[in-house]
């Protein structure tokens, strides 16, 4: 796997309903994926907020080479759009 292959982390917390659908979409397309469990660990949450302004899950960051675009929402179509997008810049 070359550097600049992508790279998917998932920020999610054990019973969310969200994140288990976003992993069960992940896994279903074969896209491997770090998952970041959230659920006791407030250092994390203050991660997230320093970030992105919220401390809430499930946020998906999709990016290759530390820089990372990242879908605050359980919205899988734009979660696949995402997705497709850095396997197009993966071909070029």
Known sequence: MSSSSKKVVLW??????????????LTERNQPFENIEVQG?????????AK??????PVIEVGRDGTYEALLEADLEKL???????????AV
């Not at 999610?12 to 976003?22: A, L, N």
């Not at 250092?43 to 997230?48: G, M, Q, Y």
């Not at 696949?80 to 993966?90: K, N, P, Q, V, Y």
């Open 12 to 25: 999610s917390k054990t019973g969310c309903h969200f994140c288990e659908e976003v992993k069960a979409f």
């Open 41 to 49: 660990n407030d250092v994390l949450r203050d991660v997230l907020e």
């Open 80 to 90: 696949a759009e995402l997705l497709e997008r850095h396997d197009e810049a993966t």
């Open 52 to 57: 992105y302004g919220i401390r809430h899950v």
